[in-house]
């Protein structure tokens, strides 16, 4: 196997950098989101008994949308572990690493499975929930704006060569290819 490109966006495009789009793809999807859907609930009564589910689900976010990425590595039978690191007082880090290396359509379906199992069925909530359509849009804003991450990785493996390899190790993926599979690709 020979390494085709190493990705570190934390060293290739800055820690600040990357929470601040993350927050501002956040915002945007919070603002595009509640016009529309306010003007389909009107002007119902909000539960005010929403806000310590909102609170909880928010704390227990980052756990969820990692674990969602393990899901199908664990229906596949791929072996993988969650990381829980604390840099910030608020702020937990969880990350997850593969034991070994996966193939691209199994890299890709990892990365797109919390978009696919949290952020759909949120706005679908939004769009049933007339009472508690605040907080599922609160809620589903702040996992858009997890996976903005998600979707840099996904543009990055998608240009990959067919039939790459992806390693995931600490704070960065590596996409190899095999020595034979580098002239075809």
């Not at 999807?29 to 529309?36: E, K």
């Not at 969820?64 to 596949?76: A, D, Q, T």
């Not at 543009?155 to 390693?167: G, T």
């Amino acid at each position: 196997m020979n390494c085709w490109q190493n990705i570190n966006f934390n060293k290739e495009f800055g820690i600040n950098r990357l929470y601040l789009q993350s927050f501002l793809i956040g915002l945007l999807m919070f603002i595009l989101l509640y016009i529309p859907f306010s003007v389909k609930h009107g002007t119902t009564d909000l539960e005010e008994s929403g806000i310590i589910p909102l609170m909880i689900a928010l704390f227990l976010l980052p756990i969820i949308h990692s674990f969602m990425h393990i899901l199908p590595l664990i229906i596949m039978n791929k072996r993988a572990r969650l990381i829980y690191r604390r840099n910030a007082i608020w702020f937990p880090i969880i990350n997850y690493y593969t034991k070994k290396h996966l193939s691209k359509k199994a890299s890709l379906l990892a990365a797109i499975a919390p978009t696919l199992l949290i952020t759909i069925p949120g706005i679908m909530a939004i769009y049933l929930f007339s009472e508690y359509y605040i907080y599922f849009l609160i809620f589903t804003s702040a996992h858009a704006a997890m996976t903005f991450t998600d979707f840099l990785y996904i543009i990055y493996i998608s240009k990959a060569p067919k039939r790459s390899y992806i390693e995931n190790s600490t704070n960065e993926i590596t996409i190899l290819v095999s020595s034979d599979n580098k002239s075809a690709g």
